[in-house]
Nanobody
């Protein structure tokens, strides 16, 4: 199993980014996928999850209306559109997969929101 994130960067408050997670080594369309983040000096926190077929999504309250998770079951990718970014969104963003209790993480992509 491989999860490889990309798309992070430095953006001003109010800006947007599109994060992507390319996956391989498992049957992507069978599993829900999630994004987590870890801010400096804090623990890793769940942000959002999408069902295996993309029909259901869930978001933590602080990102609802600003973040949108999506997936492409042909390209085996999951994406996170992050809009209206705030300084408190600064974090390393991770792709997350749980296969029957075995957890996989990507290496993460840094998002920095600053003037």
């Amino acid at each position: 199993v491989q999860l490889v994130e990309s798309g992070g960067g430095l953006v001003q408050p109010g800006g947007s980014l599109r994060l992507s997670c390319a996956t391989s080594g498992f049957t992507f369309s069978n599993y829900e996928m999630s994004w987590y983040r870890q801010a400096p000096g804090k623990g890793r926190e769940w942000c959002t999850t999408i069902s295996n077929d993309g029909g259901m999504t869930r978001y933590r309250d602080s990102v609802k209306g600003r973040f949108t998770i999506s997936r492409d079951n042909v390209k085996n990718t999951v994406s996170l559109q992050v809009n209206s970014l705030k300084p408190e969104d600064t974090a390393v963003y991770y792709c997350y997969l749980n296969i029957r209790g075995v957890v996989y993480w990507g290496q993460g992509t840094q998002v920095t929101v600053s003037l």
